[in-house]
């Protein structure tokens, strides 16, 4: 490998742009050598912006020409199974954003396909790579090591609907192409259009926190309970620890207001997390202790650096490809979502709804 990553753009929409695109250009240590885009002129545009000599209008051409260590394609999760493999059989990494696919067929496919290349693929869960998640992360494992807030009893995440783009789309470049047709991956056989419409709409909004509340566990949970009007889901880790998350109870205008609450016998963590593409603006944690014997209970809050999640999850797909760590989340496990999901419309009893 060179001095500098080499990475490759396949799609350069919207979210391709704001959430991941203008975060690697960035970066002291990526060169992104090409770009490919559906869209001739958005592609050319956004190549131009950015510095990105070399654009191609599909990946297969992208794919032939060019020599790098990594790709970055950024597709609605429901075209992954027909775009995908062709991805997978350049052998190097890959990262998508979330979810793994739209289905568990579909991701089972795209596994057993990945297995076969020299590839691996990193699942754009950004929430892991927010500066708040990985302070609270550290701090969560080493309670439960040391034991000084005895157990750990319980995880509640909240997420309310409110303003996700916070501004991040005021550079966007876009054009009045129309996009091109795509056919989408099919829906699983044992669900009807509007069962897999339910499903979609929780994957596509939810999948985050049903990846998060795994990752605050440490451990895999199945799901116990499905309110029926959509608010609230329970969960249980294989070790018995109960979770909650609450989708939406109220929504917000012009803010976000996501959180997460870890409670041990004697203290608590609360994570906040800011809008997902939110610029340069890290999550919040505060730390309670109250261990008792006479000793004053104490609240930490520490202060994070300025890096925002999308930036930091681009630094960690480069550190992964360098072998200098591992990805956040791979492929492996962001199929567990998938089932998480289909399990908590299984108890909502979606999933035959005509």
């Known amino acids: 490998m060179s001095s500098k990553v080499r990475i490759a753009f396949v799609g350069v929409g919207t979210m391709g742009q704001a959430a991941h695109l203008r975060n690697y250009v960035n970066l002291p240590d990526v060169e992104v050598v090409a770009l490919a885009e559906l869209r001739p002129n958005l592609g050319r545009l956004v190549g131009d912006r950015y510095g990105i000599k070399r654009v191609y209008n599909t990946a297969q051409e992208l794919l032939r020409q060019e020599e790098i260590d990594g790709i970055v394609a950024v597709q609605i999760f429901t075209y992954h199974g027909s775009i995908l493999p062709p991805l997978y059989d350049k052998g190097v990494p890959l990262f998508t954003e979330k979810p793994l696919a739209g289905s568990i067929e579909v991701g089972k496919k795209l596994l057993s396909k990945l297995s076969e290349s020299k590839s691996w693929h990193m699942v754009g869960y950004h929430k892991r790579s927010d500066p708040a998640t990985i ?176 930036r930091q999850q681009a630094i960690n797909f480069v550190a992964a490809i360098r072998g200098e760590s591992k990805p956040p989340c791979d492929a492996i496990e962001a199929l567990e979502d998938l089932v998480i999901a289909k399990q908590y419309q299984t108890l909502k009893g979606n999933l035959h709804a005509s």
């Open 135 to 310: 302070y609270a992360k550290a701090e969560i494992d080493r309670l439960r090591q040391t034991g000084e807030l005895g157990k750990l009893k319980y995880v509640r995440i909240l997420m309310p609907a409110g303003d996700w783009i916070a501004s991040g789309f005021n550079d966007l470049i876009v054009t009045n192409e129309s996009y091109p047709s795509i056919a989408s991956d099919p829906a699983p056989a044992d669900m009807s259009e509007s069962a897999y419409n339910e499903y979609f709409n929780f994957v596509n909004y939810y999948i985050h926190q049903i990846n998060l509340m795994r990752h605050l566990l440490g451990e895999s949970y199945k799901v116990t309970y499905a309110e029926q009007s959509g608010v609230l889901l329970a969960v249980e880790s294989s070790s018995g620890i109960p979770g909650t998350i609450e989708m939406s109870p109220y929504t917000t205008s012009i803010d976000w207001q996501e959180s997460a609450l870890i409670a041990f016998e004697h203290g608590w963590i609360k994570l906040n997390l800011p809008a997902p593409v939110a610029y340069n603006r890290p999550g919040s944690v505060e730390v309670f202790r109250d261990s008792g014997n006479g000793v004053t209970p104490t609240t930490t809050v520490p202060t994070l650096p300025w890096v925002h999640a999308m």
